[in-house]
């Protein structure tokens, strides 16, 4: 690892100042980093991937942790809020996917250190894109190297050029519950749809996941269900290893539930895609009786739906059958709930 400048600004104004005024460059070659958790951008610079001269550490600024109500039964989240602060606060109720999405992540000891922001902002764990000597499409190179190679972890749906994955457990969680995200730059405070914030590669500049621009600070997070006390969430995952491990493939669902009837739902997929991939035509299918007789052949007919247009590679087909059961899962789940 190069040595570094260590920076920490009082104020948020402070903090996007610096980076903004430093990162005048293009996105590879930024020279200066904002810093909360750290737990995946210092294993980036240990591995030689990020060689910042600068970090800016924003953990200490007031009023970019912590939780607060919004009065209407949504929540606002902090950027720099811990996942450790995350992961019993919401264990029922409309909000119980943020909880449930929280303690999936990582170990207690990461999780103690890691942000919500850092989550949602974290780079790709592609095997190629983790090794410094392998420069794909996301270090700028001219190739994806697992699309010809051990691609068992990449993206199944969304690919192209390049097949990573997005690796936050939060972000489907979020989008499920209608989330918004707040980040401030040289151009004042923004906040548009989370669902919104992430890019696919064939969507502009491929060495990015979102539209966060070298000096951009994320602030906050809020949920934003429509008559939260009427919907119910979760979120469920499979990886390799019980613990310390990324998502194979992993649903975040909500519904809103009203007279045991399906009025609205949510549908976002994990560890499928080179962003949080929402399933629109499949939450149209799931609206209905929450306790028909049919339930069970709308759990088909809404896991067809999510996964039309995928296209596995040659060592990931597994994702498909893996990804329906998961989303069955998840909706019976919620209907015993």
Request: aromatic residues 6%; hydrophobic residues 40%.
């Amino acid at each position: 690892m190069k040595d570094f400048e260590y920076i920490q600004p009082e104020t948020l104004e402070a903090a996007a100042t610096l980076l903004g005024e430093q990162n005048q460059r293009d996105w590879l070659g930024a020279k200066t980093r904002a810093f909360g958790g750290g737990q995946d951008l210092l294993g980036e610079m240990k591995a030689g991937l990020e060689e910042p001269e600068r970090l800016v550490n924003l953990k200490w600024i007031e009023g970019l942790a912590g939780l607060a109500e919004l009065g209407s039964g949504n929540v606002q989240l902090g950027a720099t809020t811990k996942l450790r602060d995350l992961e019993t606060e919401f264990d029922g109720g409309p909000l119980a996917a943020i909880s449930a999405a929280a303690k999936t992540v990582a170990s207690p000891q990461v999780r103690t250190n890691a942000t919500l922001a850092g989550n949602l902002c974290q780079r790709p764990r592609c095997l190629y894109y983790r090794r410094p000597e392998a420069v794909c499409y996301k270090k700028g190179g001219d190739e994806c190297f697992a699309y010809g190679g051990n691609n068992k972890y990449n993206a199944i749906l969304g690919g192209g050029p390049s097949f990573i994955v997005h690796p936050s457990d939060l972000a489907p969680a979020l989008i499920a519950l209608d989330a918004t995200i707040e980040y401030q730059g040289a151009g004042g405070t923004t906040e548009v749809d989370l669902d919104a914030f992430y890019t696919l590669p064939s969507e502009g500049d491929v060495t990015r996941e979102n539209v966060l621009s070298p000096g951009d600070v994320v602030t906050a997070l809020r949920t934003g269900l429509e008559s939260p006390a009427e919907w119910r969430s979760t979120y469920v995952k499979f990886q390799e290893r019980d613990a310390f491990d990324f998502a194979l493939a992993a649903v975040a669902l909500s519904l809103r539930v009203v007279g045991g009837q399906i009025t609205d739902a949510r549908l976002v997929l994990g560890g499928v895609a080179p962003r949080p991939w929402r399933c629109r035509e499949a939450e149209k299918a799931l609206v209905g009786s929450l306790d028909g007789a049919d339930l069970e052949d709308r759990i088909s007919a809404v896991a067809e739906a999510a996964l039309i247009g995928s296209e596995p590679l040659e060592h990931n087909a597994y994702k498909v059958p893996l990804t329906k059961g998961l989303i069955g899962r998840a909706i019976r789940q919620l209907a015993r709930s």
